[in-house]
Nanobody, 128 residues
């Protein structure tokens, strides 16, 4: 079993940035392809992006390209999400997710919304 614990949510001003962290335990972190999702109130869950097991590859959805960075520290078993130029539209619960022992080529489809494991989520509210 993999446990994922997100941190760093809260209230952020529009135009600001957010940095979320997700710590994984239960399996070797380098076996995990990590992802960040979000779900706004009354909206469907959407993928933000994924990062490969070693961290050399990332993929982002179009709506966050240019203002989003996902990176990981394998020594700390932690993946991070940086999101800049926040607007109230970025208000959502943010979730990290993990897939175990998967090929990166199968993870580049941004329409794929499934994952093996999920964190409990952290709320981010952007005030205007």
């Amino acid at each position: 079993q993999v446990q994922l614990i997100e941190s760093g949510g809260g209230l952020v001003q529009a135009g600001g940035s957010l940095r979320l962290a997700c710590h994984a335990s239960g399996l070797s972190f380098t076996r995990l392809t990590m992802a960040w999702f979000r779900q706004g109130a009354g909206k469907e869950r959407e993928l933000i992006g994924r990062i490969s097991r070693i961290g050399t590859n990332t993929v982002y959805v179009d709506s966050v390209k240019g203002r989003c960075t996902i990176y990981r520290d394998n020594a700390k078993s932690t993946v991070y999400l940086l999101l800049d130029d926040l607007t109230p539209e970025d208000t959502a619960a943010y979730y990290c997710a993990a897939d175990v022992d998967v090929l990166w080529s199968s993870m580049t489809n941004t329409s794929r919304l499934a994952a093996d494991y999920w964190g409990q989520g952290t709320q981010v509210t952007v005030s205007s």
